[in-house]
Structures are given as C-alpha cells and as structure tokens.
C-alpha cells in the first residue's frame, strides 16, 4: 500500500522559510530510478507543478519558484524535502508529494500518486 505523507507546512510571512517533508513507505521501486515531485494548489486555481526530482538527484523547477526553492532528497529513507525560502504571498497553495517512476514529465496528471496535502500560508 503505497502512502505519501506530508509535514512542515503551516503560516509565515513573506520573505519567510518553510521546509516540507514527504514521506514515501509502502513501495519500492523495482531496479533503479524513481522520480518525487511537489505540487500545489491554490483556492480555485488548477494544481501545478513546483519541482520534481529523480533518483539521480536531477531537479526541475517552475520557473515561478526557481532560486527560491530547492528540492532535495533522501534516498535510503524514501524522503523527499522541499526548502522554500523568500517566500511569497502568491505561494500560499496546499502543497502536495507525488511520485512516479520516471520524471519525464512534471503534469500533475503523470502522477500516480499522492499525499494528503499540508498548507502554506504567506502572508
């Protein structure tokens, strides 16, 4: 049973840091490689990708949170960590870990799955 869980998120106010944390058990990936990403979503807007990574350590970001978000990994303990800084109050979004097998594609709608979610809130 594959579970992701979400922590660290919570209220900040601009120009403030947050560091999230996904936790991923129930599943592992055959052979090599696995791709972990982070998403958020905003009140009435459509869930978008933040950053994803793979098992390589390779990154990619939106370009909305590019030199302010860094995604980084743990391998041994399936953790996946989101460090936002200069943050800002259009950032305010939950925030979700999914993950997939390969990172070809950072669409929500590659993603198998997903977290529950944790709330950032910039103010």
């Known amino acids: 049973h594959v579970q992701l869980v979400e922590s660290g998120g919570g209220s900040v106010q601009a120009g403030g840091s947050l560091r999230l944390s996904c936790s991923l058990t129930?599943?592992?990936?055959?052979?090599?490689?696995?791709?972990m990403g982070w998403f958020r979503q905003a009140p009435g807007k459509s869930r978008e990708a933040v950053a994803v990574?793979?098992?390589?350590?390779?990154?990619a970001y939106a370009d909305s949170v590019k030199g302010r978000f860094t995604i980084s990994k743990d391998n041994a303990e399936n953790i996946v960590y989101l460090q936002m800084n200069s943050l800002k109050v259009e950032d305010t979004a939950m925030y979700y870990c999914?993950?997939?097998?390969?990172?070809?594609?950072?669409?929500?709608?590659?993603?198998?799955?997903w977290g529950q979610g944790t709330q950032v809130t910039v103010s």
């Open positions: 999914a993950t997939r097998r390969y990172c070809t594609s950072m669409s929500p709608a590659a993603f198998g799955y």
């Open positions: 129930g599943y592992t990936y055959s052979g090599s490689g696995y791709c």
């Open positions: 990574i793979d098992s390589d350590g390779n990154a």
